[in-house]
């Protein structure tokens, strides 16, 4: 029972890190590109949301996984 919330906290903790190294990455990228080319910072700016938001999702994805294995 007690292996179950390790693994729990692990899928949790390794989404959360795996989320937040895309996030800064699209961000830094982002930010490059910008002073690279202001003009398409319009352009960028929508994609890097979009970017960020199919990022984020897969540590929500894990995070709901985790709540099903805690009901189990």
Do not use: D, H, Y
């Amino acid at each position: 029972m007690e292996l179950k919330f390790i693994g729990i906290g692990l899928a949790i903790g390794l989404a959360a890190i795996g989320a937040g190294l895309g996030i800064g990455k699209i961000v830094a990228q982002t930010i490059e590109s910008t002073g690279r080319n202001p003009e398409a910072q319009g352009k960028l700016f929508s994609m890097m949301i979009l970017g960020v938001a199919f990022t984020e999702a897969l540590a929500i994805f894990a995070l709901v996984l985790s709540f099903m294995m805690i009901s189990k």
